[in-house]
């Protein structure tokens, strides 16, 4: 994932969430039928769990930035090992179960983004403190998280190279 300045559109923030989130369930459907094979992207290890954590991750910190910023304080500072560290956890075959708690987890943080960005006012949405992106921006860069879910794939069929 890149630090540049998000492009935006005329997309609406929150349907960009929303349909990053869409995608990365959409591919999550697919892997519980994982081998136990990692892939390796960028130089970086991927699983299932850990595609899961990421994009929970990433919506959690840009949250927890746009909660602090709009009250009028600092976010706290971004403390996630990110892609660079893999847990055992990670490593954990993927079970219709951990399916079900990755749809109710990101579903609900999608809800929490798209309530709040569509609560937002166009000014709001594009208004920057002058540290980090504007809201909108953030949006959009979230929406680079189909990134951790892409680099599992989709695992529909067994045995096929990932």
């Known amino acids: 994932m890149s630090d540049e300045v998000p492009t935006t559109d005329d997309r609406e923030p929150a349907l960009v969430v929303v349909s990053m989130i869409d995608h990365v369930l959409g591919l999550a459907a697919t892997w519980t039928s994982w081998d136990g094979r990692l892939m390796r992207v960028d130089e970086r290890v991927y699983t299932p769990h850990k595609a899961?954590?990421?994009?929970?991750?990433?919506?959690?910190?840009?949250l927890a930035e746009m909660e602090a910023?709009?009250?009028?304080?600092?976010?706290?500072p971004d403390r996630w090992h990110a892609s660079a560290a893999t847990t055992p956890a990670d490593l954990a075959p993927f079970t219709d179960q951990d399916l079900d708690e990755a749809g109710s987890r990101l579903t609900r943080l999608g809800r929490i983004w798209a309530d709040r960005l569509t609560a937002l006012s166009p000014d709001q949405l594009d208004w920057s403190s002058g540290e980090g992106?504007?809201?909108?921006?953030?949006?959009?860069?979230?929406?680079?998280?189909?990134?951790?879910?892409?680099?599992?794939g989709d695992l529909s069929t067994v045995g096929s190279d990932h």
């Open 133 to 152: 992106w504007t809201f909108r921006q953030i949006a959009f860069h979230l929406a680079g998280s189909v990134y951790y879910a892409d680099a599992v």
């Open 52 to 62: 899961i954590r990421r994009v929970a991750d990433h919506l959690v910190d840009h």
């Open 69 to 76: 910023r709009l009250a009028g304080g600092s976010p706290i």
